[in-house]
């Protein structure tokens, strides 16, 4: 049985990754950080399984790797761990410098201060970032970097350090820059997620509009749960590379947005530019959703607020997984767009009537108790 460790386990990539392992046969170990919530809801599901282990660490915490890397011994490191929002990164540049480029040298000292050079296998989990302000369209493993945020200039150390150990100490460790992938398990202030979100949202009568920044920004979106089976199939080469996954489609936020609402049965029409820019509603179908209000026809359903705009913006992310479908024999589109996003629509309509119901619950409990009629 081979164990591995992931970082990060807590996240998006983290929970399909840990099931994937577990399906494969691993002992699954993760690194979590203390918290006074402790909000584990991704994996809330694997606790208790026998082959999944959970120890507290922060990758901001040398020593803490170090205990937690002699105890495992892991066959394989997937370091996936980091402040990942790019738009925060600008907020907390220090604290994601610490998390996103130090830690990946912790990580990676760790293994080596544990003799385990030689036998650990490590994943770093890089990022179309890097491409930045891209000087190439669509970008491979030979397009140069040109950073554009905190975040990604973080990264790009965490991609160079890779890269020096890998020469310098002859360690298997390589990374994955893995362009935007998404889920219904995405963090809730990612475009797409609240996109679908608020798409639910409107379509239920729970929420009036939704204020995006730059709806004209073009992304290559996959299906994270297809991703994590890069991430191994990259662990599992005869030698240590690093590959582009993406895939190959380019499409914008107006586009993703435009797809979602329609998924709840609403039609919206995009007028006007920039920060004038609106979505107002022209129909609805209640074939696809009988529930939905006919008062919404007509009205502004999406508006443009600056304050989601960043300092330096990303606009033109494509990526070419020539390389990865070639060498790791990978489908990049085994999720399609449009299924990606039906996906996280019809995840988050059933959320929000969840979530509708309960608090009725909660209502009806609180009047009933205002009465008497429940003591
Ligand atoms: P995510 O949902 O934001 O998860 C990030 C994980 O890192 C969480 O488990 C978080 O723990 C943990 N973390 C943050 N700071 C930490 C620290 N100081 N010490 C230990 N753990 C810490 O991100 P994701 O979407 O799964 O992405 C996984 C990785 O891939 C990240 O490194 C991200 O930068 C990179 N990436 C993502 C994409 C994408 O489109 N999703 C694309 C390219 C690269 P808490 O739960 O405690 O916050
Ligand atoms: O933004 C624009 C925004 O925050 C995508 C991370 O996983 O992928 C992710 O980073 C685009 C940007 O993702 C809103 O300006 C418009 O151009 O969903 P996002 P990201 O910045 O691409 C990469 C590969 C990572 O590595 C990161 O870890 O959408 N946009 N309006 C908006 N973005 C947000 N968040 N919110 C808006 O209202």
């Not at 950073?147 to 990604?152: D, I």
């Not at 991430?231 to 582009?244: G, R, S």
């Not at 022209?282 to 508006?303: F, Q, Y």
């Amino acid at each position: 049985m081979k164990t591995a460790l992931i970082t990060g386990i807590t996240g998006q990539d983290g929970s399909y990754l840990s099931e994937f392992l577990l399906n494969k046969g691993y002992d699954v170990h993760g690194i979590i950080r203390r918290s006074s919530t402790d909000y584990r809801e991704r994996i809330a599901h694997l606790e208790g399984k026998p082959h999944f282990h959970l120890h507290y660490g922060d990758l901001s915490d040398s020593m803490g790797l170090i205990q937690v890397v002699s105890k495992v011994r892991p066959d394989e490191i997937y370091n996936l761990a980091a402040q990942s929002h790019v738009q925060v990164s600008f907020d907390s540049p220090e604290f994601t410098a610490n998390v996103d480029a130090t830690g990946v040298l912790r990580v990676l000292e760790a293994v080596r201060a544990c003799g385990l050079a030689d036998k650990c296998r490590i994943y770093q989990a890089s990022t179309s970032e890097l491409y930045g302000k891209v000087e190439e369209v669509p970008q491979n493993e030979n397009t140069p970097f040109h950073p554009y945020s905190p975040y990604a200039v973080a990264k790009l150390y965490g991609y160079w350090i890779v890269k020096e150990y890998r020469e310098a100490y002859n360690m298997y460790c390589c990374s994955g820059i893995l362009f935007n992938h998404e889920s219904e398990r995405r963090g809730e202030t990612f475009v797409t997620r609240k996109i679908t979100l608020a798409a639910a949202r409107i379509a239920q009568g729970k929420q009036d509009c939704l204020y995006l920044g730059n709806m004209s920004s073009l992304r290559d979106w996959g299906y994270a749960k297809d991703y994590v089976e890069c991430m191994w199939l990259i662990l599992q080469q005869d030698k240590a590379e690093d590959f582009v996954i993406a895939t190959g489609e380019q499409h914008s936020v107006r586009e993703f947005c435009g797809k979602a609402f329609k998924y709840t049965g609403i039609t919206l029409r995009f007028d006007g530019e920039g920060e004038n820019e609106v979505a107002i509603c022209t129909a609805i179908d209640k074939s696809v959703n009988p529930k939905l209000c006919d008062e919404l026809v007509g009205k502004t359903l999406v508006r443009v607020s600056p304050d989601f705009y960043r300092p330096t913006d990303v606009v033109n992310l494509w990526g070419d997984p020539t390389k990865a479908k070639a060498k790791l024999g990978w489908n990049p589109t085994k999720t399609s767009f449009e299924q990606l996003i039906r996906i996280m629509v019809e995840h988050d309509m059933k959320k929000v009537a969840a979530d509708h119901a309960a608090e009725q619950v909660r209502t009806n409990l609180a009047e009933y108790l205002e009465k008497g009629i429940v003591k």
